[in-house]
């Protein structure tokens, strides 16, 4: 299947082509028809699965018959939890937004920066992404209105009901009850998100995938104990030593992952960092690059455990633990797929030991432990 089926507009498939994005995902199979029909839809899929690419491409495929637009009054709405979220959506209009030939202004605002620049910036926005306090502090300061909204999106549902966000949302949704088409998303259907629905959907489109648990036990897993000034000598004493190809590596922050990607080019390694800083654009291309094997090393944080299409991936390696079992289960669930086999590496700090008990006897999985005594790290 591919997405001409939608009959987007040719600048929008245009891009997806650009992108190398060939074929939509099952929540974006479903959820596509049902926005550009006008109808509220609520959503239960995992993150990663694709979610905002359904809905970002029929909102700028609707955004084009809207009436004109007004001073300081967004014709869309979308709500997230976070700020990085914010930033992530934001990015994947921009991927698109340029060609749209409705040239739509689109803002992202979030609390944890000044409120100044995002006052002045509002003007003619047409579509404005935000957390929940930052908008009632924009409103309350008459930075903007909301009475010309015809979309509102709430992704992440869940996390904005457990991020103690409930008072704020339910003061936005008082403000906008007039809107003319709602989306609702959430990865779990909860009590709390079961009464979103029922109070503010109107008659919804219920989608809801099922998804299936990773498989890691077929998986080849090992770990290393190693101190944290030795982990990167010893992450590329592996890489030349083993002459692992195509590896993609874990790491928990933005910051370490462009001081590992770094490192790994100046000893001649052909590695990128790969996060939510990086535009839409720029992280399509990446991992375009690293499938096509012109660069042999990715590097990222959780943001790429989910959600990737990449047949063959034959190596994956922890540079540091995720928070949760969960995410440990993703990142090695990116490896051995479609029958092929998989390797997963865990280099592990003394201060991430006990961590890494925990998340073995969750996952229910005894992974060996190496040490790194008799390996000489001169020279990487």
Not at 10 to 15: E, P, Q, Y
Not at 218 to 244: C, H, M, T, W
Not at 289 to 311: A, C, M, P, Y
Not at 340 to 361: D, M, T, W, Y
């Amino acid at each position: 299947m591919s997405f001409l089926k939608f009959n987007l507009p040719i600048a929008l498939t245009n891009s997806l082509e650009k992108l190398n994005i060939k074929s939509p995902f099952p929540i974006q199979e479903e959820v596509i028809p049902l926005v550009n029909e006008g109808k509220d839809v609520l959503g239960i899929a995992k993150t990663g699965s694709g979610k905002t690419l359904s809905y970002v491409l029929p909102i700028l495929t609707k955004l084009n018959f809207f009436p004109e637009g007004k001073n300081r009054q967004p014709q869309v709405l979308i709500l997230v939890p976070t700020r990085e979220l914010a930033q992530q959506v934001l990015e994947v209009f921009k991927a698109f937004i340029d060609t749209n030939r409705n040239q739509s202004k689109t803002l992202a605002v979030f609390g944890g920066t000044s409120k100044n620049p995002q006052m002045q910036s509002m003007g003619e926005v047409k579509i404005l992404i935000a957390t929940p306090g930052r908008l009632l502090d924009l409103i309350s300061s008459n930075s903007l209105k909301l009475n010309s909204l015809e979309i509102l999106v709430i992704d992440e549902a869940d996390k904005l009901l457990n991020t103690n966000f409930k008072k704020e949302l339910d003061e936005i949704l008082k403000l906008i009850s007039h809107t003319t088409q709602k989306l609702l998303f959430s990865a779990t259907l909860s009590p709390e998100v079961q009464k979103l629905n029922q109070l503010y959907l109107n008659k919804p489109s219920i989608i809801q995938l099922e998804q299936a648990e990773e498989k890691i036990e077929l998986i080849k897993q090992s770990a290393y104990a190693v101190d944290s000034n030795q982990k990167g000598p010893f992450l590329r004493y592996l890489i030349k030593s083993k002459e692992l190809k195509q590896l993609m590596v874990f790491t928990s922050s933005i910051t370490t992952a462009d001081k590992v990607a770094d490192k790994l080019r100046k000893n001649g390694i052909e590695a990128l960092a790969v996060h939510s800083k990086k535009s839409q654009l720029a992280r399509s291309q990446s991992l375009k690059d690293f499938k096509t094997g012109k660069i042999n090393v990715l590097v990222t944080t959780d943001l790429l455990s989910r959600g990737i299409d990449i047949e063959f991936l034959p190596f994956v390696i922890n540079y540091e633990l995720p928070r949760s079992p969960k995410d440990f289960v993703h990142r090695v669930g990116r490896t051995g797929r479609a029958e092929n086999p998989g390797e997963a590496i865990s280099l592990i700090a003394p201060e991430e030991q006990h961590h890494f008990e925990v998340i073995q006897k969750k996952i229910k999985q005894k992974i060996e432990m190496k040490d790194i005594l008799n390996i000489d790290l001169h020279g990487f």
